[in-house]
């Protein structure tokens, strides 16, 4: 079936240290995979994406990593600071019923210590 | 520049009762996405819509049913309330045939009492 497996589900760092976050899908058919950033009270907000033709994408200090083989991805968040402190979440996108569909992983909660 | 709209932030319903979340996109998008996010399951699917009157169930349609009679309005619709329904509903929208451009709502927090 579609499935999203994301781990940990709890994450605390050191201000300024690094922070990585890991997820494996079910179907090989998934073809791009986002990251959403959820402050508390907010909307999830896209903050990086990866389509399966590349194998590593990097944005300031975020970056996501993809292994099509062993299917599985990472979100990789380098000096982190507090206003990183949020609720990540990675999703896999399903084709079905002539609409491409997201389904998520579990969610991490990142705490930035300072 | 709010793009996805969730008519209810906070909502307290009785059980039994019928409750009504609706969302409207104003981007022309063709799909439209019901999701609910509870603590430590993520975000599930509820149902969704790739075009006006249609329909598809999501993972977990299970006291749930939709309507979508305009492209830009897609409503959730608890036919009689429970308890086990208290979450946080989210709205999301996508162009047609692909995910990229996903976009949320901000959210209705639904408790059933």
């Known amino acids: 079936g579609e499935n999203v497996e994301q781990h940990p589900s709890t994450l605390s760092v050191q201000e300024g240290d690094s922070a990585v976050i890991k997820c494996t899908y079910s179907d090989s058919a998934s073809n791009y995979f986002p990251w959403y950033k959820q402050e508390l009270g907010k909307r999830p907000q896209l903050i990086i994406d990866?389509?399966?033709?590349?194998g590593e994408k990097k944005d300031q200090r975020i970056a996501v990593t993809l292994n099509k083989t062993a299917k599985h991805f990472s979100l990789h968040i380098t000096e982190t600071q507090p206003e990183d402190s949020a609720v990540y979440f990675c999703a896999a996108s399903f084709f079905t019923q002539g609409a491409q569909k997201l389904v998520f992983g579990q969610g991490t909660r990142l705490t930035i210590n300072p | 520049d709010v793009k996805v709209t969730q008519s209810s932030r906070y909502l307290v319903k009785r059980t039994g009762e019928k409750v009504f979340l609706e969302c409207v996109q104003d981007?022309?998008?063709?799909?439209m996405f019901w999701y609910r996010q509870d603590p430590g399951l993520g975000l599930r699917l509820i149902y969704f819509s790739y075009d006006v009157k249609m329909k598809e169930k999501g993972d977990i349609p299970e006291g749930y049913s939709v309507s979508r009679e305009k492209k830009e309005r897609f409503s959730l619709i608890l036919e009689s309330a429970s308890t086990n329904q208290t979450s946080m509903y989210l709205c999301?929208?996508?162009?047609?045939?692909?995910?990229?451009?996903?976009?949320f709502g901000s959210g209705t927090r639904l408790t059933v009492v």
């Open positions: 981007m022309d998008h063709e799909n």
């Open positions: 999301a929208s996508s162009p047609r045939g692909t995910s990229y451009g996903y976009t």
């Open positions: 990866i389509r399966s033709n590349v």
